[in-house]
């Protein structure tokens, strides 16, 4: 398997996490009973599936390293989805389910901003389109969940 560089291994480590993405927010709607905050997290789940879709199309073009690539970033989903099943266990509620994805959306915008700051350095154009598209898109998505885990604590009796 081909060698990766620290910007390849990075652009896999974010193509990982938008397809744990799509696992968390599956599990933290399963905990919902339907309303906004459902919808909200149906719309991040599509917004990964493109993110990820968009990052494997990247990936492609790199010469000879789209195996490797995509491993890694089985790999990093993998890792995000065994940290998601531990932290939500079995008697998890949807507050539970918010917390976590609030830790995983910082997450994805750290790795996101790496990417991007990697590529200062590398100067890849296909890379820039993709962090200047995807970067956006994360911090929206930790912003919606932080709200979320904001308003779903308010209805929270803190004495029970």
Known sequence: M?????LEEKLAEVTG??????EATKK?????DGGELAGKLREMREEAEET????????????????AIEEKAREAKSE???MMKTY?????????GFEFLTMAEAGEVGHWAILGKLNEAAGEEEIQ???EWALPIQERHLITVRDGSLELAANEDPNS
């Open 2 to 6: 081909a060698d990766l560089t620290t």
């Open 17 to 22: 996490l938008a397809g744990a993405a799509r």
């Open 28 to 32: 933290v709607e399963s905990l919902l």
């Open 52 to 67: 990820e879709s968009r990052c494997l199309e990247v990936a492609a073009e790199r010469d000879g390293k789209k195996t």
């Open 80 to 82: 995000a989805t065994e």
């Open 88 to 96: 939500l266990g079995e008697d998890s509620d949807e507050l539970d």
């Open 129 to 131: 389109e993709l962090v």
